[in-house]
Antibody, heavy 118, light 108 residues
Framework: QLQLQESGPGLVKPSETLSLTCTVS??????????WGWIRQPPGKGLEWIGSIYYSGSTYTPSLKSRVTISVDTSKNQFSLKVNSVTAADTAVYYC???????????WGQGTLVTVSS | EIVLTQSPGTLSLSPGERATLSCRASQSVTSSYLAWYQQKPGQAPRLLIYGASSRATGIPDRFSGSGSGTDFTLTISRLEPEDFAVYSC?????????FGGGTKVEIK
């Protein structure tokens, strides 16, 4: 059974960098069949796709593209998210998830709340 | 970017009743690439429907999806106690992927 688990600081100061890691177990992150993505959900609001990484590249939502980097570490079966220059608007529950190309997300992590505050 | 608008915001129903949720897109969704998710408090979303009308693995047949173009519907034929949750639609026909704001189905 595939499992995903997010990890990282729950509190980040404004203007700093938010960094999260997603550890994948029960399957290989190196498979060319899947994309690995990040989605966030501000408190009381809807879901927002941040971006996804796959075997030959990455793709991001335009509104965050200038501040976001998603990378993969196949040796650890992990992928990571960095968001630069964060503000209070980046406060959200951050989920990592798997998709078949950029489509639907069939496996999700439990989510981790990141609060941006001084 | 395709904007998805869900209605109503909240649906108050009793167990056993039928729920009809709407998702309207700001432009046509390519090839009916529209999905529905269920989310309970403190949990990650769960994929229910993809391709507008195909149920994901293990999803009961009381859940059904329909629609095309810009108008899509999720129907729960008879609400079970475990179905009270927030439902979100997602389009994956064009980039960026986008989600609707969600419809909360609550117990009346």
């Amino acid at each position: 059974q595939l499992q995903l688990q997010e990890s990282g600081p729950g509190l980040v100061k404004p203007s700093e960098t938010l960094s999260l890691t997603c550890t994948v177990s029960g399957g290989s992150i190196s498979s060319s069949s899947y994309y690995w993505g990040w989605i966030r959900q501000p408190p009381g609001k809807g879901l927002e796709w941040i971006g996804s990484i796959y075997y030959s590249g990455s793709t991001y939502t335009p509104s965050l593209k200038s501040r976001v980097t998603i990378s993969v570490d196949t040796s650890k079966n992990q992928f990571s998210l960095k968001v630069n220059s964060v503000t209070a608007a980046d406060t959200a529950v951050y989920y990592c998830a798997r998709s078949v190309t950029t489509s639907t997300f069939d496996y999700w992590g439990q989510g981790t709340l990141v609060t941006v505050s001084s | 970017e395709i904007v998805l608008t869900q209605s109503p915001g909240t649906l108050s129903l009793s167990p056993g009743e039928r729920a009809t949720l709407s998702c309207r897109a700001s432009q046509s969704v390519t090839s009916s690439y529209l999905a529905w998710y269920q989310q309970k408090p403190g949990q990650a979303p769960r994929l229910l429907i993809y391709g507008a009308s195909s149920r994901a693995t293990g999803i009961p047949d009381r859940f059904s999806g329909s629609g095309s173009g810009t108008d899509f519907t999720l129907t729960i034929s008879r609400l079970e106690p475990e179905d009270f949750a927030v439902y979100s639609c997602q389009q994956y026909g064009s980039s960026p992927l986008t989600f609707g704001g969600g419809t909360k189905v609550e117990i009346k």
